[in-house]
């Protein structure tokens, strides 16, 4: 079983930027989906963003032009890049990963841990 590993979160001013990263245990052979989501208190879990095996990303209404997905396949992390924060964007933030991995011919579908934003002056 693949564990997710995730990082950069924390407090921030609003119009302040995070980055935040998501880095699979294992070396990933077939990429399906990379995707971000988050979920603030009392809400259901929301997609914020999602990037293809070829590339291609797509993005929540709310984000769009404020946050950037991107991927680096030699590290097998996926990013978040977080830009011009607002209070609305405080939430726990999940990524998720549909890939098969090196040595097996399963596809895991993984989520990590959640890493909390808080974005407050």
């Known amino acids: 079983q693949v564990q997710l590993v995730e990082s950069g979160g924390g407090l921030v001013q609003p119009g302040g930027s995070l980055r935040l990263s998501c880095a699979a245990s294992?070396?990933?052979?077939?990429?399906?989906?990379m995707d971000w989501y988050r979920q603030a208190p009392g809400k259901q879990r929301d997609l914020v963003a999602y990037?293809?095996?070829?590339?291609?990303?797509n993005y929540a209404d709310s984000v769009k032009g404020r946050f950037t997905i991107s991927r680096d396949n030699a590290k097998n992390t996926v990013y978040l890049q977080m830009n011009s924060l607002k209070p609305e964007d405080t939430a726990v933030y999940y990524c998720?990963?549909?890939?098969?991995?090196?040595?097996?011919?399963?596809?895991?579908?993984?989520w990590g841990q959640g890493t909390l934003v808080t974005v407050s002056s």
């Open positions: 294992r070396s990933i052979f077939s990429i399906i989906s």
């Open positions: 990037i293809t095996s070829g590339g291609s990303t």
């Open positions: 998720r990963i549909r890939a098969y991995y090196r040595g097996s011919p399963q596809l895991e579908d993984a």
